[in-house]
Nanobody
Framework: QVQLVESGGGLVQPGGSLRLSCAAS????????MGWYRQAPGKQRELVAT???????NYADSVRGRFAISRDNAKNTVYLQMNSLKPEDTAVYLC??????????????WGQGTQVTVSS
């Protein structure tokens, strides 16, 4: 019914940049907050950045100043621009969205993730 699909991951050298995209599709009445999470092997999942429908943002201390989250409400899409990448940024990046499927019914949706690897 509702699907989130991430794209844009890959292999990049330290100091490089990547831009991740996440597009929502299906039976969508509206989308509230959206965010990016990441999980590395042997580590717990952590929140990277969030953005409200109105554009208010929040970042983890480890990425503030290097990453930027944005969204295009007309396209049901959220982006994560990642600059000055470090090896410790290596992880699977997951997209999350609070989706309204009717005026009163909301669901929490997750993408399958996209791999980001930062290495020399």
């Amino acid at each position: 019914q509702v699907q989130l699909v991430e794209s844009g991951g890959g292999l990049v050298q330290p100091g490089g940049s990547l831009r991740l995209s996440c597009a929502a599709s299906g039976s969508i009445f509206g989308i509230g907050g959206m965010g990016w999470y990441r999980q590395a092997p042997g580590k717990q999942r952590e929140l990277v950045a969030t953005i409200t429908r109105g554009g208010s943002t929040n970042y983890a201390d480890s990425v503030r100043g290097r990453f930027a989250i944005s969204r295009d409400n007309a396209k049901n899409t959220v982006y994560l621009q990642m600059n000055s990448l470090k090896p410790e940024d290596t992880a699977v990046y997951l997209c999350n969205a609070r989706v309204s499927i009717t005026e009163i019914a909301n669901i929490d949706s997750w993408g399958q993730g996209t791999q980001v690897t930062v290495s020399s």
